[in-house]
């Protein structure tokens, strides 16, 4: 159900790798003043042209500052960072023409209307007077804003706001284009379009970075995904080998009366092809391997065991499974 287009980079051969990366971390560090722990601890990574790479993690996980020390707003406690081959540390002001920035707040300027937020835009990066009027007028036409152009932003919905700050952050042509968030806080209709402009700008080139804790977000339209959890990364593929790591291809859901824990073992010992199980709200989730006659497996196990099942359910891996094993938590609260 992903828009087309989306989700179809995949990891370049390794002999392949050094030459593309657009983004390098070596053992990249943050540690706030007064901090007891790291916000980004001893983190490598690489991003390759053209890909659309996800941070996926918690609230507290690192992303926001991983991102700020790639586009210089974030100072590092230790390592390296290089975006397109240039030190983000030593070269702040390069790099930050390399790089393209929706931030997690609206940054768009309320002085400014529609147009003039990109125009000035260009005009702050050193584009010309007539090359910044054009753009301003292709991208609000190629992100359906045109009508918009001297609306105050005042004006514009969340949507539509997000749009403009996606446009004004490509203005420059950006190696990357970095998105922290960029669909919190936005309807389900208003996340669509974003993905699918996403997935527009990607299929033309453009290389892309967002931070997200909606897994759903991660595995439709990134490539690659970076799993992290305070300030480490947990694991890194793509959204397919992630699920397929976890060894098992079907989660069943049980809900039941009585104790949670002992319902968690019993159908764990009772159902061939359990691989982990864990206890949920009100029951128990096993994932297993063999979806074969599942549903009456674990009917015909229940009643042999005296358990009284409320509910069943049954679905695949996720992402959401992935971090529950590398963690022992939900990604959601
Ligand atoms: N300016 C700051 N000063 C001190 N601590 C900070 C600062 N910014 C972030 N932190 C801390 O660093 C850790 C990582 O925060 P960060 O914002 O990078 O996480 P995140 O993954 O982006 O989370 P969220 O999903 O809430 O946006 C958290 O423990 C946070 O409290
Ligand atoms: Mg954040």
Same mark, same amino acid.
């Given at each position: 159900?992903?828009?087309?287009?989306?989700?179809?980079?995949?990891?370049?051969p390794?002999?392949?790798?050094?030459?593309d990366?657009?983004i390098?971390?070596?053992?990249?560090?943050?540690?706030?003043?007064?901090?007891?722990?790291?916000?980004?601890?001893?983190?490598d990574?690489?991003?390759?042209?053209?890909?659309?790479?996800?941070?996926?993690?918690?609230?507290?996980?690192?992303?926001t500052?991983?991102?700020g020390?790639?586009?210089?707003?974030?100072?590092?406690?230790?390592g390296?960072?290089e975006?397109?081959?240039?030190?983000?540390? $030593?070269?702040?002001?390069?790099?930050?023409q390399l790089?393209?920035?929706?931030?997690?707040?609206?940054t +768009?300027?309320?002085?400014l209307?529609?147009?003039e937020?990109?125009?000035?835009?260009g005009r702050?990066?050193?584009?010309?007077? &007539? $090359?910044? &009027?054009?753009?301003? *007028?292709?991208l609000?036409?190629?992100?359906?804003?045109?009508?918009?152009?001297k609306?105050?932003?005042y004006?514009?919905?969340?949507?539509?706001?997000?749009?403009l700050?996606?446009?004004r952050?490509?203005?420059?042509e950006?190696a990357?284009?970095?998105?922290d968030?960029?669909?919190?806080g936005?309807?389900?209709?208003?996340?669509?379009?974003?993905w699918?402009l996403?997935?527009e +700008?990607?299929?033309?080139g453009?290389?892309?970075?967002?931070?997200?804790?909606?897994?759903?977000?991660?595995?439709? +339209?990134?490539?690659?995904?970076?799993?992290?959890d305070?300030?480490?990364?947990?694991?890194?593929?793509?959204?397919?080998? +992630?699920k397929?790591?976890?060894?098992?291809?079907?989660?069943?859901?049980?809900?039941?009366?009585?104790?949670?824990?002992?319902?968690?073992e019993?159908?764990?010992?009772?159902? *061939?092809?359990?691989t982990?199980?864990?206890?949920?709200?009100?029951?128990?989730?096993?994932?297993l &391997?063999?979806i074969?006659?599942?549903?009456?497996?674990?009917?015909?196990?229940?009643?042999?065991?005296?358990v009284?099942?409320?509910?069943?359910?049954?679905?695949?891996?996720s992402l959401?499974?992935?971090?529950?094993?590398l963690?022992?938590?939900?990604?959601?609260?």
């Open positions: 159900m992903g828009p087309s287009g989306v989700g179809t980079s995949v990891p370049a390794a002999g392949e790798r050094r030459r990366a657009v390098r971390t070596e053992q990249l560090q943050k540690r706030y003043p007064g901090a007891e722990a790291p916000a980004v601890d001893h983190l990574l690489e991003v390759f042209a053209g890909e659309i790479f996800g941070l996926l993690g918690p609230n507290g996980a690192g992303k500052t991983t991102a020390m790639l586009t210089t707003r974030v100072v590092p406690s230790g390296r960072a975006i397109g081959g240039v030190d983000v540390a $030593r070269h702040p002001a390069l790099a930050k790089s393209g920035i929706v931030s997690q707040q609206n +768009l300027d309320r002085q209307n529609v147009w937020n990109l125009y000035f835009h702050l990066f050193g584009m010309g007077s &007539r $090359r910044s &009027r054009h753009r301003a *007028d292709e609000l036409q190629q992100f359906q804003l045109a009508r918009w152009a609306a105050s932003v004006a514009l919905s969340g949507g539509m706001a997000q749009r700050m996606v446009a952050a490509i203005f420059h950006p990357v284009l970095f998105l968030e960029p669909t919190a936005l309807d389900p209709q208003s996340r669509l379009v974003l699918e996403l997935g +700008l990607n299929a033309q453009q290389t892309i970075l967002l931070t997200t804790h909606y897994m759903e977000e991660a595995d439709q +339209l990134c490539g690659r995904v970076a799993i992290m305070h300030g480490h990364l947990l694991a890194l593929d793509t959204p397919a080998a +992630l397929q790591s976890i060894g098992a291809d079907t989660v069943l859901t049980l809900k039941a009366a009585g104790d949670a824990a002992e319902l968690r019993k159908m764990a010992a009772a159902l *061939d092809g359990v982990a199980s864990r206890t949920v709200e009100g029951g128990a989730q096993l994932q &391997r063999g074969e006659r599942l549903v009456p497996r674990a009917v015909a196990a229940a009643e042999a065991l005296g009284d099942l409320i509910d069943l359910s049954v679905s695949e891996p959401e499974t992935v971090f529950i094993n963690t022992g938590k939900e990604l959601r609260d």
